[in-house]
């Protein structure tokens, strides 16, 4: 339990005073806050924090996130999970030199399913994760997505366009969320109260994604394996770009560590642009699938278009996404046919060679 009594969970026993922490000089090491950890994003994210040899505490609600996702971190006696949602008050003990806010289910259906809750956890959540950086003086990297442009009227999408978004429409209580959350990030940066960054996330895709969360990437490759209809909306030639995960967690961390702070929202993204049906036969073609395609009506507001334009994150963060549409679909793919195995033998970074691996996967989790 923690000390606000709400419960709490650690995946080990408390840290040990002269504990070995892998990875980085001593004076480099963190203690990290990942709001979110356990999602699809965060799970990476933590893992790869632990891995640098940081101490990773976890605050998540659980309500698209897995304690399956943790369980990866059992070993390590640098990993504290907390089950709490970021509305509420986190415990006053909390003491952070980083935090990564990433909390907010980020698929349309989940989204979608209680969207007070996730205009709240854009809001209230945020601001009160703020007030936690403000009182550590703490760092804060803030998950915002590519959502906040909407159906975008500029293509491909720069930091500077503001977007074109319906403010009543179903996807507004997350899009417009984010954008609010982006509001009050820069207020605290602006206010000189907290070294805020803002990250606008697009589509990324990998292992850990959820096989009923409703995007696209997991939803073709379910369908896919299990034979069934493949679902294009429309016409299927809206596009997307696809970001594979341990490229869009290099790039976060790197927007952490950049000097001085951007002040300024930084794209990141594959800017590789496919349509949905291209993305489609990918996945069958890499599945040797016989699924057939079925098309479905477009969802409201669905933008038509999408690819980040990241010449700022190259610029300023030196990032560029490394691994290809195939290379990401792979492991993702052996990931949704029930072959963790695989996904581990990346982690533990015997898959050196591959793109889709973490290069300074070199430590180990304890
Ligand atoms: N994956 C993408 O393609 C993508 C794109 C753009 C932005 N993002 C952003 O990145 C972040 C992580 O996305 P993801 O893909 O890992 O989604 P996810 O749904 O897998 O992870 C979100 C996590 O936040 C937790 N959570 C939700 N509301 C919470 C609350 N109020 N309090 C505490 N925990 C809460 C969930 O239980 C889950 O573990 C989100 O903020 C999302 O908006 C993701």
Same mark, same amino acid.
């Given at each position: 339990?923690?000390?606000?009594?709400?419960?709490?969970?650690?995946?080990?026993?408390?840290? +040990?005073?002269?504990?070995?922490?892998?990875?980085?000089?001593?004076?480099?090491?963190?203690?990290?806050?990942?709001?979110?950890?356990?999602?699809?994003?965060?799970?990476?994210?933590?893992?790869? *924090?632990?891995?640098?040899?940081?101490?990773?505490?976890?605050?998540?609600?659980?309500?698209?996130?897995?304690?399956?996702?943790?369980?990866?971190?059992?070993?390590?006696?640098? #990993?504290?999970?907390? @089950?709490?949602?970021?509305?509420?008050?986190?415990?006053?003990?909390? @003491?952070?030199? @980083?935090?990564?806010?990433?909390?907010?289910?980020?698929?349309?259906?989940?989204?979608?399913?209680?969207?007070?809750?996730?205009?709240?956890?854009?809001?209230?959540?945020?601001?009160?994760?703020?007030?936690?950086?403000? +009182?550590?003086?703490?760092?804060?990297?803030? /998950?915002?997505?590519?959502?906040?442009?909407?159906?975008?009227?500029?293509?491909?999408?720069?930091?500077?366009?503001?977007?074109?978004?319906?403010?009543?429409?179903?996807?507004?209580?997350?899009?417009?969320?984010?954008?609010?959350? =982006?509001?009050?990030?820069?207020?605290?940066?602006?206010?000189?109260?907290?070294?805020?960054?803002?990250?606008?996330? #697009?589509?990324?895709?990998?292992?850990?994604?959820?096989?009923?969360?409703? +995007?696209?990437?997991?939803?073709?490759?379910?369908?896919? *394996?299990?034979?069934? /209809?493949?679902?294009?909306?429309?016409?299927?030639?809206?596009?997307?770009?696809?970001?594979?995960?341990?490229? *869009?967690?290099?790039?976060?961390?790197?927007?952490?560590?950049?000097? !001085?702070? !951007?002040?300024?929202?930084?794209?990141?993204?594959?800017?590789?642009?496919?349509?949905?049906?291209?993305?489609?036969?990918?996945?069958?073609?890499?599945?040797?699938?016989?699924?057939?395609?079925?098309? *479905?009506?477009?969802?409201?507001?669905?933008?038509?278009?999408?690819?980040?334009?990241?010449?700022?994150?190259?610029?300023?963060?030196?990032?560029?996404?490394?691994?290809?549409?195939? =290379?990401?679909?792979?492991?993702?793919?052996?990931?949704?046919?029930?072959?963790?195995?695989? @996904?581990?033998?990346?982690?533990?970074?015997?898959?050196?060679?591959?793109?889709? /691996?973490?290069?300074? /996967?070199?430590?180990?989790?304890?």
């Amino acid at each position: 339990m923690d000390s606000t009594g709400s419960q709490a969970r650690q995946a080990e026993s408390e840290p +040990r005073g002269g504990e070995q922490s892998p990875g980085l000089p001593r004076s480099d090491l963190k203690r990290v806050l990942v709001t979110g950890g356990a999602g699809f994003l965060g799970s990476h994210l933590c893992e790869l *924090l632990l891995r640098r040899g940081h101490r990773v505490t976890c605050v998540d609600n659980l309500q698209t996130g897995s304690t399956a996702n943790l369980s990866r971190f059992g070993a390590s006696n640098r #990993f504290t999970f907390i @089950e709490r949602d970021i509305c509420e008050t986190l415990p006053a003990s909390l @003491e952070v030199d @980083e935090i990564y806010n990433l909390a907010c289910a980020a698929s349309p259906p989940r989204y979608q399913a209680d969207p007070v809750h996730t205009m709240m956890t854009c809001v209230v959540g945020t601001n009160n994760i703020l007030e936690i950086a403000e +009182r550590c003086g703490a760092r804060l990297v803030h /998950a915002s997505t590519s959502e906040v442009y909407g159906d975008p009227l500029q293509h491909p999408q720069t930091e500077t366009y503001w977007g074109n978004v319906n403010p009543t429409g179903p996807r507004a209580c997350y899009d417009e969320g984010k954008r609010a959350a =982006e509001t009050l990030t820069f207020d605290y940066l602006r206010a000189g109260r907290v070294d805020a960054r803002v990250v606008r996330i #697009f589509n990324t895709y990998g292992p850990r994604m959820q096989p009923d969360d409703g +995007r696209i990437v997991s939803n073709l490759i379910c369908q896919a *394996l299990a034979g069934d /209809a493949m679902t294009l909306y429309g016409t299927g030639e809206q596009t997307r770009s696809f970001c594979y995960v341990t490229d *869009l967690i290099a790039g976060i961390v790197a927007l952490m560590e950049v000097e !001085p702070n !951007p002040e300024q929202p930084v794209n990141l993204g594959n800017p590789g642009e496919f349509t949905i049906r291209e993305l489609a036969e990918v996945v069958v073609r890499l599945t040797g699938s016989r699924s057939p395609i079925a098309h *479905l009506p477009l969802p409201q507001d669905d933008p038509q278009r999408r690819r980040p334009d990241i010449t700022l994150a190259r610029s300023l963060l030196g990032w560029e996404p490394k691994v290809t549409l195939v =290379e990401g679909l792979e492991p993702t793919i052996a990931w949704f046919s029930g072959a963790q195995s695989d @996904e581990n033998r990346e982690w533990s970074g015997t898959r050196a060679s591959s793109k889709a /691996a973490y290069s300074f /996967a070199e430590t180990n989790l304890t």
